[in-house]
């Protein structure tokens, strides 16, 4: 029997012991409510000045029906100027202000770019021609060659190689010199040939414009594969008549082999 004044202490139950998945999930849900909060209330004073652009940038409000652009992620392998060129135009296409246009672009860094952005200082850029030339400087590395009009002078026909061939690689030359001029082309071009029939034409008649090169260009073209379509053609008949009629040699030597007996 208990004393006066006391009271049975009932013993309280050990509280179960939680999985480990279900606390990594809990702890997932705290932070993504968190993170809601933050978009709400605007997040922790040191949260919302956590980034390199001033408080003029970050006080342009987002539209609601603000899109990110549907091109690919930069992750600083590649040529980050053509990155920039195709942001760009899809900043025209969306008519993305100044302010929603920093923001925007940071969505497609991925790895390097985005590791890089982190550790920008804080609250230092204010202009977007000032963060594209840091982005441009910072990734410089993985820049593409450009090609110059001298590369369009190596391109050379090699043997056995239809004129069309040639040609087709050459046009895919001078898509990545786009300064190269009409006059260029047309001497790179007319250099590269091998001394056909094209090239005896043209040293006897030059033309000074790639446009008007390639006019005459068709005509051997066609000409070349009328050639290439008639021997094919002379091949099969030549071919087909074998069948049909073998040489004498090879009927006496198969008449030897396989002799005819007589009864």
Not at 151 to 174: G, I
Request: charged content about 30%; glycine content about 4%.
């Amino acid at each position: 029997m208990l004393p006066a004044g006391r009271r049975r202490e009932i013993p309280r139950p050990e509280p179960p012991e939680v999985p480990p998945q279900w606390l990594a999930r809990l702890e997932h849900l705290q932070k993504g409510l968190q993170d809601v909060k933050y978009q709400i209330e605007g997040g922790p004073e040191d949260e919302r000045q956590g980034v390199p652009f001033t408080d003029t940038v970050m006080a342009d409000e987002l539209p609601l029906n603000c899109r990110t652009p549907a091109i690919a992620e930069y992750d600083g392998t590649t040529d980050p100027m053509e990155h920039l060129s195709r942001f760009e135009n899809a900043a025209l296409l969306h008519r993305y202000t100044d302010g929603i246009k920093y923001r925007v672009f940071v969505t497609t860094f991925a790895r390097a770019a985005q590791q890089w952005f982190n550790q920008l200082p804080v609250g230092t850029i204010g202009n977007f021609q000032e963060f594209r030339s840091l982005f441009l400087h910072q990734f410089a590395s993985s820049r593409k060659l450009r090609k110059t009009e001298l590369n369009l002078f190596a391109v050379r026909q090699k043997d056995d190689e239809p004129l069309k061939e040639y040609l087709q690689r050459f046009n895919a030359a001078a898509l990545e010199v786009p300064a190269a001029t009409q006059e260029v082309k047309a001497s790179a071009f007319s250099q590269g040939l091998l001394d056909g029939d094209f090239f005896k034409s043209l040293a006897k008649k030059p033309v000074a414009k790639f446009d008007a090169l390639l006019a005459r260009a068709a005509k051997y073209i066609n000409m070349e594969e009328a050639q290439a379509a008639k021997k094919e053609t002379r091949g099969r008949n030549v071919r087909r008549s074998r069948r049909r009629h073998p040489p004498r040699n090879l009927v006496s030597t198969l008449e030897k082999e396989n002799p005819i007996s007589k009864e």
